[in-house]
């Protein structure tokens, strides 16, 4: 990277006011040269296409190079963002959204470090979540700041959402927004240099869906193998078969009145989809179910879940993965579904996902005075994403892989929403100051906290080890915050078991 100590304004292809603040600094891709902002030891490069942008000729269509540019392209702002609605009602409040209009939303946005080093820095490639529908690189939660300013390349990209990036389309390739990843990913090992990263250390990270597809990325052939380590926060490590995954292609089909083919949906605007989507999702939950966005079994892309490739496949890659306590409370506490739900929904559930009478005696057991809302949740929790987290861990560690167990315990006091899904976000990134972090967090979240799992999610990217002991036979937990801060040994060993008496993990 080279620094251009002068201002020039307007001097660079798309440039625009207002004028970010810092020093300019200009480095090489492939395509071209960017031109980023560097400040605080930090340099950005914002809104970098990596891909065509997927409109025309390119929706609907595998992802394709980027066209090349030949005068010094400005990157010292955002780009656009994949369509998509924001979140409804009171979970809107609790998860803002950025639109940012355009069409070249298959972007890339870069922080390094002002000072290169001999050998390059590890780069961590981010996955944002949202369901496979919402999201972006964006948001404020996701600035990389704190992790360049600790020696760590960040490259957070965005992909196809929605119906763009996941429906089951005749004469559609499956999991358009997983292939927008993977090329992503390799335009990330490629350009890395140029940022000041070393491209022999990169790990995977996403959270929720994000996770889901950084497993997914793992067990693609020819990843595990490129990558130094992966991070899966609170993802489900599943994939549907294309009948299931399918629903809600059908579903919006159906209302637009024309069938689920890829001629069809490419005469619908973007507008259009995401109208279909909002009427043919309302009311749908991750944890109750309902028409959703998800990856779908795939020959090419994803033969098999990620929960059963991912041993054998990427054993030598080291993972961290964990939850939040409460996770489910960020789908049931906006909007009062949790004060709805009754014992008949409690029994209804658990005798659909096959969890004992006995099981639900000791979640009860465990929390006195919960209600039949929290009962559920806390079981939901555990099925779809604590226990296969570590039915995961257990079978890396019969094949002699590291892997590293994490939960997530304070609790916010914003709408009462407990440790809830992707509350550990603003502790990881640093980004306890964002608007959008606070909007979760309140404005008195422990910057301490902050410090420790940021610190913790650095080491693991500098060396594979984020400072606790790997999994083993006594099963350790790193919890963060909450009243069981600190190492546990099997944490509620007794109620994984209990949810699933498969689990090879032997009671201590």
């Known amino acids: 990277m080279t620094v251009d100590r002068e201002s020039h304004p307007g001097r660079y292809a798309g440039a625009s006011s207002p004028e970010p603040a810092g020093t300019h600094v200009e480095t090489t891709i492939t395509a071209g040269t960017v031109v980023g902002v560097a400040q605080h030891g930090v340099a950005r490069f914002l809104g ?42 009171a979970l809107g409040e609790v998860l803002p959204s950025v639109e940012i209009p355009g069409e070249e939303f298959l972007n890339a946005n870069v922080w390094a470090p002002a000072r290169p080093t001999a050998n390059g820095h590890p780069v961590v490639f981010w996955v944002h979540g949202g369901a496979f529908s919402r ?60 940022f000041g990263g070393d491209p022999t250390r990169i790990t995977l990270m996403g959270e929720s869906a994000g996770g889901t597809a950084v497993a997914a990325l793992l067990a693609m052939p020819g990843v595990a193998e490129r990558v130094a380590g992966a991070i899966i926060q609170s993802g489900p490590l599943e994939a549907l078969p294309a009948e299931r995954a399918g629903r809600i292609t059908r579903a919006q089909a159906k209302h637009l009145g024309v069938p689920a083919t890829a001629a069809a949906f490419a005469e619908q605007t973007p507008a259009q989809l995401l109208e ?65 739900l009754t014992r008949l929904h409690l029994f209804l559930a658990r005798r659909k996902v096959g969890v004992s009478a006995n099981a639900v005696r000791l979640f009860h057991a465990h929390r006195p005075g919960a209600s039949a809302g929290e009962l559920l949740g806390a079981i939901a929790t555990d099925v779809l994403l604590r226990v296969p987290a570590l039915r995961l861990a257990e079978r890396r560690r019969a094949a002699g892989a590291r892997s590293f167990l994490f939960e997530f315990g304070w609790k916010t006091p914003v ?35 902050a410090d420790e799992m940021h610190a913790a999610w650095v080491a693991f990217a500098a060396s594979g080890d984020p400072g606790w002991p790997a999994w083993s036979e006594r099963h350790p937990v790193r919890v963060f915050g909450g009243a069981g801060e600190g190492l546990a040994s099997d944490l509620r060993g007794d109620e994984a078991r209990a949810i699933a008496p498969d689990l090879s993990l032997p009671a201590r």
């Open 48 to 89: 970098i296409p990596y891909a065509a942008a997927p409109v025309g000729a390119h929706r609907f269509r595998d992802p394709a190079p980027a066209p090349e540019w030949a005068e010094p392209r400005d990157a010292r702002r955002p780009g656009p963002t994949a369509p998509q609605t924001p979140y409804p009602g």
């Open 135 to 194: 999201g972006s690189n964006a948001l404020g939660v996701y600035d990389g700041e704190a992790f360049a300013r600790d020696g760590v390349v960040l490259i957070a990209v965005n992909y196809r959402l929605g119906a763009e990036g996941f429906s089951v389309l005749d004469g559609v390739p499956r999991n358009l927004g997983l292939r927008d990843l993977r090329f992503a990913l390799d335009w990330a090992i490629r350009e890395a240099p140029a």
């Open 276 to 340: 279909a989507h909002s009427a043919v999702s309302a009311g749908s939950n991750p944890v109750l179910g309902g028409p959703g966005f998800g990856l779908v079994l795939d020959p090419e892309t994803v033969p098999v879940s990620p929960a059963e490739s991912l041993p054998g496949l990427a054993d030598r890659v080291p993972l961290l993965i964990g939850t939040t306590e409460e996770e489910y409370r960020l789908w049931f506490v906006p909007g009062g579904l949790i004060t709805r």
């Open 415 to 449: 709408q009462h929403l407990g440790a809830a899904h992707s509350l550990e976000l603003g502790f990881v990134f640093d980004t306890l100051a964002a608007p959008d972090v606070r909007a979760m967090t309140g404005e008195f979240a422990p910057q301490a906290l």
